[in-house]
């Protein structure tokens, strides 16, 4: 199975474009105000026509009620939804079962006590998405750059897809494939030259570096075989 490689945060239509020709499988589109990365309705519309097929659309929201979650998906037609809040096994059910969409949950990791309810998730949530835990008073949940340990995801074996995220960047994500063997990577951050401004050189590299970490891995495993 290839390496499914997210680029997270996009807002305007050069970055998105570079991403799709460098060939992103995801496309992620933040609706959050509190983040320097969050788009009103009218520019996802744009941007989300601008995708035509060429990779999954995501939307990624906090804690967004359903009078939100309408709206976006009205104006994004999102493939995946992706929660990076707090939401509950209880409404994530209730996402799935209004919205008709699959969900990515995502799980804050800062020690191995922050993966005890990841048995709940895994029976309601369709991927999970592993990010650095935020500091305590942090204004967002994520796309703060900052890794976590990834040895405390070696040898995980959950029943759906995971991808990781969290200060990921050309430079260490043949690392962190290696060490969590996750199926997907997810770069926010770590491919921008200012908080929310992407950098075409870096989108471009990184899905390089993301590719190669693949294809490595890959081999690794068939000569161990």
Do not use: C, Q, Y
């Given at each position: 199975m290839s390496l499914i490689v997210k680029i997270c945060g996009l807002s305007t239509p050069s970055t998105l474009d570079v991403a799709l020709q460098a060939g992103a499988d995801m496309v992620g589109f933040v609706f959050f105000p509190p983040s320097p990365r969050h788009l009103e309705l009218a520019r996802a519309q744009d941007l989300g026509a601008q995708v035509r097929g060429r990779a999954a659309k995501v939307a990624l929201t906090v804690d967004a009620d359903d009078e939100t979650l309408s709206g976006i998906i009205e104006a994004l037609r999102p493939d995946l939804l992706q929660l990076h809040g707090k939401e509950t096994v209880t409404r994530i059910r209730e996402v799935k079962r209004r919205f008709g969409l699959p969900v990515m949950k995502a799980i804050g990791v800062e020690t191995a006590a922050d993966l005890a309810d990841l048995p709940r998730y895994v029976?309601?949530?369709?991927?999970?998405?592993?990010?650095?835990?935020?500091?305590?008073?942090?204004?967002?949940?994520?796309?703060?750059?900052?890794?976590?340990?990834?040895?405390?995801?070696?040898?995980?074996?959950?029943?759906?897809?995971?991808?990781?995220?969290?200060?990921?960047?050309?430079?260490?994500?043949?690392?962190?494939?290696?060490?969590?063997?996750?199926?997907?990577?997810?770069?926010?951050?770590?491919?921008?030259?200012?908080?929310?401004?992407?950098?075409?050189?870096?989108?471009?590299?990184?899905?390089?570096?993301?590719?190669?970490?693949?294809?490595?891995?890959?081999?690794?495993?068939s000569h161990v075989g």
């Open positions: 029976t309601v949530a369709d991927r999970l998405l592993f990010d650095a835990r935020p500091p305590k008073h942090a204004t967002r949940p994520g796309g703060l750059g900052v890794p976590f340990d990834w040895r405390l995801l070696e040898n995980l074996s959950v029943d759906i897809p995971f991808m990781l995220s969290g200060g990921l960047a050309a430079g260490n994500v043949d690392d962190a494939v290696r060490i969590t063997r996750a199926g997907g990577v997810d770069v926010s951050s770590g491919v921008e030259s200012a908080p929310g401004v992407k950098d075409a050189g870096m989108i471009r590299d990184f899905i390089d570096a993301a590719r190669r970490a693949a294809t490595s891995l890959r081999e690794t495993t």
